[in-house]
């Protein structure tokens, strides 16, 4: 798939949660690879603020990101909005905001995803680049037990159960089997409060804007009438029975669940955060924003180590080019067949496997006591399995080849040895023209690259 961006930009306005402000913020499309970026146009110089998890700087009540030497420049309550643009698949969007915070509208994802419906999107050259779930990974808060267990699968669903010692919340479970459910399914699901909560909030200064129309409010802990007279009279609601446990909402849940899935919103919109969409199950236990966001900020540190994943790769499956398919095609033969299958092909990049023998004629020389693949062929390989790409767009390959022109950033990072099983992910860096390719090169044994290249090639017709 392509990354996405928004067609036309759009604006929502509203007060803010814990500034009750009034705030405005406009959406608008980026350029390839921009990610979610915030841009504070009431500070001088509109200073910006990338949506990642090495920015967060706060998790009390909502995700708060900072620029990276200066947390004086922050935005809060992000996590809805970065849910709603997740689920409708954008990359890439700068979010121009007049505030510390997004407005928090009627505390769901709801009006984020229907102003993102109706501005469309547009496809971008660029392909998307997904981070992949290969095996376990657990984050624990150790003092209330809480976790977030993410699995090997092939697309993304969220399992979130929530539990409180509550005689009205206590314990619920929701979960998003697709992506494509989210609008209808968690987007319009509130966030919620317990009143015993909102005098110690009032007290660190935060949820100035809150109300029962952004917020699901919950009566559970008996009070003096008095008390939860002058808490309403705060909050400016309607004063409620203090005998009544409940809901104090005029207004129904959405769903009897509503608490449950608000969770599972706020894990999407911190897990926008790693800068790329995952493929994987998500199994969440009582999460919260602290939580959430060190998910994200484990995932991004392994990411900084490897900016590239290792193509997933099932020896079970039939490739898309056998051994037989390849030679119709490519003129090498022993020794120089260098590519064993290819198992995945788009239109701009192809994914192809080596296997290597200790039969192979080069170890005898190379070294008779320490058998290494020479990098160089390496490239060689590389560059085989970015020929097939090339080839599978013209009529007749058999009637071609390819030849290098130009060969750039190198580099080597670990040997190659009897026993490996080379994956070669090749790219188009630019659109084929004339004949022309320019292409960036992986090899990957295991999980790990061994070895990257950039190069030019040129198809010429045999004569």
């Known amino acids: 798939m392509k990354q996405r961006t928004l067609k036309r930009p759009f604006t929502l306005s509203g007060k803010g949660l814990h500034t009750g402000l009034q705030i405005e913020a406009t959406f608008g499309p980026a350029e390839v690879g921009t990610g979610y970026v915030f841009k504070r146009v009431d500070l001088d110089g509109a200073p910006m603020i990338e949506a990642v998890a090495e920015n967060v700087v706060e998790t009390k009540r909502g995700t708060v990101i900072a620029q990276r030497g200066n947390k004086d420049v922050r935005v809060s309550t992000i996590e809805h909005a970065l849910a709603a ?28 995803c229907e102003q993102i ?19 376990r990974i657990k984050v624990v808060d150790p003092e209330t037990g809480s976790s ?22 206590s314990n619920q479970f929701a979960s998003l089997d697709h992506i494509d459910r989210f609008r209808d399914e968690i987007a319009g699901c509130r966030t919620f409060v317990f009143v015993r909560e909102v005098m110690p909030l009032l007290q660190l200064n935060l949820i100035k804007g809150g109300d029962l129309d952004n917020a699901i409010v919950i009566y559970d802990t008996p009070m003096a009438q008095d008390e939860l ?25 959405a769903f009897t669940n509503e608490p449950a899935r608000h969770k599972l919103l706020d894990v999407l919109g911190d897990l926008a955060l790693i800068g790329r969409p995952l493929k994987g199950r998500i199994v969440a236990t009582r999460p919260g924003h602290s939580l959430n ?24 499956e039939a490739p898309l080019y056998d051994v037989n398919k390849i030679r119709s095609m490519l003129p090498h033969r022993y020794p120089m067949q260098m590519v064993d299958k290819i198992i995945d092909m788009g239109a701009d990049y192809v994914v192809g496997v080596k296997n290597v023998s200790a039969n192979e004629p080069f170890f005898q020389g190379h070294f008779p006591d320490e058998p290494v693949m020479p990098g160089v062929l390496q490239v060689e390989a590389m560059a085989q399995v970015g020929g097939l790409l090339v080839l599978s767009t013209v009529d007749d ?31 188009l860096m630019t659109p084929i023209r004339r004949g022309t390719a320019v292409m960036k090169g992986y090899a990957f044994v295991g999980e790990k690259i061994v070895s990257e290249a950039e190069f030019m090639a040129q198809i010429v017709k045999n004569r």
């Open 293 to 316: 966001t060190q998910l994200s900020k484990k995932i991004r540190q392994e990411l900084r180590k490897q900016n590239v994943q290792a193509p997933a790769y099932d020896p079970n």
């Open 148 to 169: 977030l267990i993410v699995l090997p699968d092939d697309e993304l669903s969220i399992d979130t159960m929530i539990e409180f010692n509550s005689p009205v919340l």
């Open 229 to 253: 007279d002058k808490l309403a009279d705060l909050m400016g609601v309607p004063r409620k029975p203090a005998e009544q446990l409940g809901y104090l909402n005029d207004k129904p849940l």
């Open 397 to 427: 390959p058999e009637h071609y080849s390819t030849y290098f022109m130009k060969i750039d950033n190198v580099k080597f990072r670990q040997k190659v040895v009897p026993g490996d099983t080379l994956v070669f992910h090749l790219s």
């Open 85 to 112: 643009l997740y689920a409708a698949g954008i990359d890439n969007c700068l979010i121009e905001v007049n505030a510390p915070e997004l407005p928090i509208l009627d505390g769901s994802a709801i009006q984020w």
């Open 117 to 135: 419906e109706q501005a469309g999107y547009v496809e971008q050259e660029a392909e998307k680049e997904y981070y992949i779930v290969k095996q």
